[in-house]
């Protein structure tokens, strides 16, 4: 008993029994093992490894849409994009009918699109050797030279995302494409 009045004091020092009355949730994962499995936009861009050109312009190409996707990722956690995922329910849409069903685009979504799971790695041992490959692609012009627009290609087995640089030449350009991939693209078919 005497262990726990000493608790009890200790905590009352940092006035932390008054903040955990006031802010249960938040103080949560301080005492629960476990609670901090959703994915945030941090979470991601802190497990990305980039494989960038050497120099020169490619580099700087790579380096734009790198933090174009920084950027999107960190609208998503904030709110600030909103387009609904489709949501697979088997049944045909008349023409005429919105085609914007679903839940609305979310980090964890992200992540599920990237990798084939929408939350933290649960094991400690995971979480260390996780990473989410970036590659680049600058020959998609080569490969097929009268298309106009080619989307970002993922390999949630590998945890791998290419990016195609020669149709993302500004943030507009990037959010439309990644949009369009990660809608139409959830259900391991390539776009």
Not at 53 to 64: D, F, I, L, R, V
Request: glycine share 4%; with cysteine.
């Amino acid at each position: 008993m005497a262990m726990l009045q000493q608790l009890l004091e200790g905590l009352d020092v940092y006035i932390l029994i008054e903040v955990m009355q006031n802010k249960p949730k938040e103080c949560l994962n301080l005492f629960v093992i476990g609670d901090d499995d959703l994915v945030d936009a941090h979470y991601i861009i802190s497990n990305l490894a980039p494989e960038m050109s050497e120099s020169g312009s490619p580099k700087q190409k790579e380096t734009e849409i790198f933090y174009f996707f920084h950027d999107f990722l960190q609208q998503l956690d904030d709110g600030k994009v909103s387009l609904p995922v489709a949501k697979d329910s088997g049944e045909k849409e008349d023409s005429g009918e919105k085609e914007d069903k679903g839940e609305p685009l979310s980090v964890p979504s992200v992540m599920q699109w990237l990798t084939g799971q929408a939350h933290r790695h649960l094991l400690v041992s995971e979480r260390e050797k996780f990473k989410i490959v970036v590659i680049f692609d600058h020959s998609c012009l080569q490969h097929m030279p009268n298309h106009t627009v080619c989307y970002p290609v993922v390999s949630a087995c590998t945890n791998t995302i290419t990016f195609p640089t020669a149709h993302l030449r500004d943030y507009d350009a990037f959010k439309s494409n990644i949009e369009t991939a990660i809608k139409y693209g959830a259900r391991f078919d390539r776009v």
